[in-house]
């Protein structure tokens, strides 16, 4: 069993940014796969950002590349996301995810946190 919890959400203006951690405990976190997802309202669970388990790759959704950076720290067993020129429609409910693979924590990832709020205000 992975637990997951997220901390970071909050208001924020356009343009702004925010970080968002996520704090593992339970398994091995270094054995994980970890991502980030969002849901908006009226929305779908929509992928965000994956990053394999040494760090050494990274995966974005193509609205988010560019403005979003994933990133971890094993000997801390906290993965980070951080968001620059937020924008209005960035607006979520974010979810850390883990899973073994990296293939699979993109789509349906085992472990689910239990989500924080970002909110962007134009």
């Known amino acids: 069993q992975v637990r997951l919890v997220e901390s970071g959400g909050g208001l924020v203006q356009a343009g702004g940014s925010l970080n968002l951690s996520c704090a593992a405990s339970?398994?091995?976190?270094?054995?994980?796969?970890m991502g980030w997802f969002r849901q908006a309202p009226g929305k779908e669970r929509e992928f965000v950002a994956a990053i394999t388990w040494s760090g050494g790759s990274t995966y974005y959704a193509n609205s988010v590349k560019g403005r979003f950076t994933i990133s971890r720290d094993n000997a801390k067993n906290t993965v980070y996301l951080s968001m620059i020129v937020l924008r209005s429609e960035d607006t979520a409910v974010y979810y850390c995810?883990?899973?073994?693979?990296?293939?699979?924590?993109?789509?349906?990832?085992?472990?689910w946190g239990q989500g924080t709020q970002v909110t962007v205000s134009s």
């Open positions: 339970g398994r091995t976190f270094f054995d994980y796969a």
């Open positions: 995810a883990a899973d073994r693979s990296p293939t699979v924590v993109v789509s349906r990832p085992q472990y």
